[in-house]
């Protein structure tokens, strides 16, 4: 079956470090795979998206990437922020209208 | 308004009792989704919707649990005979046509006692 996998640890680092996070899939091939913030008590707030025929994508200080021989997504955050703490979540594309999440990484960046 | 509307956005019930969610999309769009996010932990899918039919209702987690969506717009949620296991933050979302970019709601807190 389709499954989604983020790291289940959360992630702590220093300001103004890079943030790395991992969004791995099994068993489809997404066409697209999005990724989401999600901060305490909100919903999940889009904030980019990558098609499986694009390597690398930037939108400020965010950067995605989609390997789809790995398949495995990697989401970076530079010159990180303590705003930039909140959960990440990914969405690998499943197929029709249908969208399911991974579990989401946490994020926390000391100042 | 611009975003997705929710409502109530606390619910607190007793165990037994049917509870009923609103969910107010982005106007326009057609496909609207359901989630369920117990505390501290991912988004479970429940249903979506394209225009007024849903497809896929395989997230449902019980018979208790049914949705519906008129005029392709506003959508209701309904639990009955809830349980405490059902108490969660219930999101919801719309997009364009179903595909990219969904807009979350701030979600629906149900608590059973």
């Known amino acids: 079956s389709q499954k989604i996998e983020q790291n289940s640890e959360a992630l702590n680092i220093q300001e103004g470090k890079t943030a790395t996070l991992t969004c791995n899939y099994t068993n489809y091939s997404p066409a697209y795979l999005q990724w989401y913030r999600q901060d305490p008590g909100r919903g999940p707030v889009f904030l980019l998206l990558i098609r499986e025929n694009e390597k690398e994508k930037r939108k400020e200080r965010l950067k995605v990437t989609f390997d789809t021989t790995l398949k495995q997504s990697l989401f970076h955050i530079t010159a990180s922020q303590p705003a930039d703490s909140a959960t990440y979540l990914c969405?690998?594309?499943?197929?029709?209208?249908?969208?399911?999440f991974g579990a989401g990484t946490r994020l926390f960046v000391k100042a | 308004g611009a975003g997705v509307s929710q409502s109530p956005s606390n619910k607190v019930t007793e165990k037994g009792k049917d509870v009923e969610l609103r969910c107010d999309p982005i106007s326009g769009h057609t496909a609207l989704y359901w989630y369920r996010q117990s505390l501290g932990q991912g988004l479970e899918f429940l249903i979506y919707f394209q225009g007024n039919s849903a497809p896929d209702k395989s997230g449902l987690p019980s018979d208790r649990f049914s949705a519906e969506r008129t005029g392709g717009s506003v959508s209701t949620l309904t639990i009955q005979r809830t349980q405490q296991e059902d108490s969660a933050v219930y999101l919801c979302?719309?997009?364009?046509?179903?595909?990219?970019?969904?807009?979350f709601g701030e979600g629906s807190r149900l608590t059973v006692l």
């Open positions: 969405a690998p594309y499943t197929g029709g209208f249908k969208t399911i």
């Open positions: 979302a719309s997009s364009a046509d179903g595909t990219g970019e969904l807009f």
